[in-house]
């Protein structure tokens, strides 16, 4: 079992950075892929951001460069830098374990004024 709790989220101006963290308890040691999604309104949730196996990590090609995902073993870390408007979103951390699954977190909204 893992639980995920989201902090960071708030209003910023475009151009400006914001640091996403997600606190991890339970066993972290059963999770495969570490990830950051978000869901804007009236979208499906995308993926953002993911580390897979510790090592691997991938982004959406509308983040890359801006967005830095790590990973400080009981904190999932997003760094969001040049935030545009378009990534105004609910965040989500989530987490799948080696035997599959899902775990998510609550939720933190981030909104970027233009």
């Known amino acids: 079992q893992v639980q995920l709790v989201e902090s960071g989220g708030g209003l910023v101006q475009a151009g400006e950075s914001l640091r996403l963290s997600c606190a991890v308890s339970?066993?972290?040691?059963?999770?495969?892929?570490w990830g950051w999604y978000r869901q804007a309104p009236g979208k499906q949730r995308e993926v953002v951001a993911e580390?897979?196996?510790?090592?691997t990590t991938n982004y959406a090609d509308s983040v890359r460069e801006r967005f830095f995902i790590s990973r400080d073993h009981a904190e999932i870390n997003l760094q969001m830098n040049s935030l545009r408007p378009e990534d105004t979103a609910m965040y989500y951390c989530?987490?799948?374990?080696?035997?599959?699954?899902?775990?998510w977190g609550q939720g933190t909204l981030v909104v970027v004024s233009s």
């Open positions: 989530h987490a799948e374990p080696y035997g599959g699954g899902n775990y």
């Open positions: 339970g066993t972290p040691s059963s999770i495969l892929v």
């Open positions: 580390i897979i196996a510790g090592t």
